[in-house]
């Protein structure tokens, strides 16, 4: 772990007088934008959460619930879509000016939110509110990297992490009482306090000189990357879950938002190799350490937040437990990852990058494997011990591999280096989210078919195939005949399972895939002590 103490020289891209040196900055000081940088992300964390709560009732208020999911997927679009311009903006101009803009965007979409008066409406502000989150996370990492050297980062950022988790916890409580006892628009202004404090704090603290005011902002290549991703995200969407209609992944205009993805994308590689301020460098990926956290982190996320998304439906559905048991079912995931963040800025220090992301991608296929075996009657214990194993994996590894990261590139990549972890991550999310929502459909389909076929026609098992929704209302699960629930419940038990198989699977490609990542550091570019 030489690479982790050595005295390394400045960047040759930027001289001496044109760097922002944090070191010069007061301890004092850098604790006063830590602060800063922690309540941005108890903002983004609780926003992840709190809105989820209250949507039942605004639906009640706005109607709509026929674009209900688009209240979720435009804020989850454009919080993406932007993470790498984010990125590579402040690397040009500077982070300051950029945090403070993301959070302005985020409060300017939250006030308007809270002032909606219809579901269209919402589904706009949610989408502007979308644009700041993008900054938000990233940004924050970013910051955090330039004023820490990597023994102290390793520290700093594992507060980052639990603020992250119990912001976590804490969202879907908050967003009950404020829906209860006071207004579901109080799920949005309740972000302004908090974004305002951090907007002051990091305004007034952190104090920027040296950034390039006359680069050249490479504008068609934003346009370009944006289109390609945004195509690509509507088309998980819509194949995943028929967001925009009920194709599904065959029809044609999935197809030709595929195809149009990938045309923009080669597009965008090829404007970013010509000009000379890409907003993506494409020599980030030559560096080793980049390329094993980039594939690391997209598998890793595509196992961990499209499963995820089913492990409560395994545990109301199959299980029959409330939906109270459902919802907390994954709470001992962010106390896993949260304690085992904290672990690994420790151990990384000791045992180096590899050892330590290899070690968490080892727990997370553990976990995985014993989701796999889950059963109508695994008891309470079992989930929250195999929850804590997927959590501990995820906070060895990506903490890890985002300290890795950080010290591997120039100060003049940090920032899009740093966001394209978090994008990469998301992308994996998505994609997992699409993957196993249609794994869980065709699944679900056969295994009703194959009961109907035997049965003889079992007209009232077809039905709830058609609205598998029901069987989480209480209500409509008690006027089921026993048989009837009985048969879906055990088809739903193996459609499930099917999804968490290729968990399992896409899991154990990312324990080879931290084997990329290189024994002493990234040897090919010389690490930079931030």
Known sequence: MRELRRTHTPERTLTAQQQTHPSSFSVKRKRIITIGILIGTFLGALEATVVSTAMPTVIASLGGLHIYSWVFSVYLLTSTVTVPIWGRLSDLYGRRFFYMAGIGFFLLGSALSGQSQTMFELIIFRAIQGLGAGALVPLG?????????VVERTKVQSFFSAVWGMASILGPITGGFLTDHL??????????????????????????????????????????????????LLALMEG????????????WY????????????????YVESRVPEPIVPLSLFSNRLFRAATINGLLAGTALFGSISFIP????????????????????????????????????????????????????????????????????????LDMLAV????????????????????????????S??????????IVGVAVMGSVLSSQLSAEVESVVQTGGGHQELAELARHPDIIINAAARARISASTLQDFTTA??????????????????ALFSAFLVPKSGDRSGEPARH
């Open 141 to 149: 990492l970013t910051i955090l990297g330039d004023l820490y050297a």
């Open 254 to 269: 999935v197809i030709s938002m595929v195809a149009g993805s990938a045309a923009l994308l080669a597009g965008f590689i």
């Open 391 to 418: 959590g501990a994996g995820m906070g060895l590894s990506m903490l890890t591999l985002l300290i890795a990261v950080q010290s591997a590139v120039p100060r003049d990549q940090l920032g899009i280096a740093t």
């Open 420 to 429: 394209s972890t978090q994008f990469f991550r998301s992308i994996g999310g």
């Open 240 to 251: 995943g879950s028929g967001v925009l209609g009920s194709g599904g992944w065959g029809s």
């Open 492 to 509: 739903l038990d193996h459609a499930l399972h099917s999804v968490f198989l290729f968990a399992l699977v896409v899991s154990i490609l």
């Open 313 to 384: 439906l395994y545990v109301q559905a199959v299980m029959g437990t409330s939906a109270t048991r459902a919802g907390s079912v994954l709470t001992p995931i962010l106390l896993g990852w949260v304690t085992f963040s904290v672990i690994a800025g420790r151990l990384l220090l000791r045992v180096g990058y590899r050892a330590t992301v290899i070690a968490g991608m080892v727990l997370l296929v553990i976990g995985f494997f014993f989701l796999t075996r889950l059963g109508p009657s695994t008891s309470a214990i079992y989930i929250t």
């Open 183 to 232: 207004s579901w628009r109080w799920v949005f202004y309740i972000n302004i306090p908090f974004g305002l404090a951090a907007a002051v704090i990091i305004g007034v603290a952190l104090v920027e000189e040296g950034y390039r005011r006359k680069a050249a902002i490479d504008y068609l290549g934003s346009v370009l990357l944006t289109a390609s991703i945004t195509l690509f």
